[in-house]
């Protein structure tokens, strides 16, 4: 009894630390199982409200994508929509637009066709006149030709007129230009154009007869003689010419003229002369 007692006694206090750490482990354990259970608990309700917020943000993420998807599809209805009325448009346009053409081109058809018709219309109408003007030109020429046969004629009639007809020296000595002694050669000498000639028949008066610028008195005739007296008046002055002849140049000067004035009496009558006067074409002051 005293070994046990002395071995409880011995042995008893060295027992004592271990069970109280047995206890002190048991304790840990229990309350780190404590610990354990909260923070599970904790995190339970944690995921809890975690889990309900996140399916009320995916209601609402849902609900949005929803009325997105719907209001897309609006969108793209109403796109498709528009499209085909446009496309619908451009393929009334374009019908209209090649209405339009196709009625232009016929415009433009008709209207080249009427272009050519009057085209052939003016050309056939040109032939026509022009084989009319062929016509006229071929009678024309033959015109001309018989034309230049008369002038020809004509000309060697002339020649032979103006061959006929006399040089004389005038009454004051200068060489007359030619002379004409009847109204064939008048005519002949107003063709040759060198003078201007006027035709007279001045009677025996009182009062003086007007040719041309000048004045003229018949003084005397002698039809039997062929002679005749007269008096000129030109530029205030008067010139007497006696006893003159037909057919010769009776000469006196003008004022304004360098050749001298002539006059021609052809007939002598009892009563009168006739006869012409030939005025120069130029008209100059005399040196």
């Known amino acids: 009894m005293n070994d046990m007692n002395d071995n409880e006694l011995r042995y008893g206090?060295?027992?004592s630390p271990?069970?109280?750490?047995?206890v002190t482990v048991a304790l840990l354990l229990f309350a780190c199982n404590v610990y354990l259970f909260w923070r599970v608990q904790r995190l339970e309700t944690t995921t809890s409200?975690?889990?309900?917020?996140?399916?009320q943000q995916m209601a609402a993420l849902r609900g949005a994508v929803s009325e997105s998807d719907s209001a897309q599809v609006k969108k793209l209805d109403t796109l498709e929509r528009e499209l085909e009325e446009a496309r619908h448009q451009a393929d009334s346009t374009a019908g209209q637009a090649k209405i339009d053409a196709q009625r232009h081109a016929e415009q433009l058809a008709k209207r080249l066709a009427e272009a050519q018709k009057q085209q052939q219309q003016e050309l056939t109408e040109i032939q026509q006149n022009a084989a009319t003007a062929n016509t006229k030109i071929e009678g024309v020429s033959s015109d001309v030709a018989a034309t230049k046969s008369d002038v020809a004629a004509t000309k060697t009639q002339l020649d032979t007129a103006v061959a006929d007809l006399k040089r004389v020296t005038g009454d004051m000595g200068v060489l007359s230009g030619r002379i004409a002694t009847n109204g064939q050669e008048l005519a002949t000498l107003r063709t040759l154009g060198e003078r201007?000639?006027?035709e007279f028949t001045v009677t025996k008066s009182k009062l003086p007869h007007?040719?041309?610028?000048v004045q003229i008195w018949v003084k005397k005739t002698d039809p039997?003689?062929?002679?005749?007296?007269?008096?000129?008046?030109?530029d205030d002055k008067t010139v007497e010419k006696r006893d003159r002849t037909?057919?010769?140049?009776?000469?006196f000067y003008v004022s304004k003229a360098r050749q001298p004035?002539?006059?021609v009496v052809n007939q002598v009558t009892k009563d009168g002369i006739t006869g012409y006067l030939a005025e120069p074409k130029v008209e100059m002051a005399r040196n």
Do not use: D
């Open 196 to 198: 201007n000639y006027f």
């Open 18 to 22: 271990m069970f109280a750490g047995l």
């Open 13 to 15: 206090p060295q027992k």
């Open 224 to 234: 039997k003689r062929s002679r005749f007296t007269i008096a000129v008046l030109a």
């Open 210 to 213: 007007k040719v041309a610028n």
């Open 246 to 251: 037909i057919n010769e140049p009776v000469q």
């Open 49 to 55: 409200q975690w889990t309900s917020a996140t399916s």
């Open 261 to 263: 004035y002539e006059l």
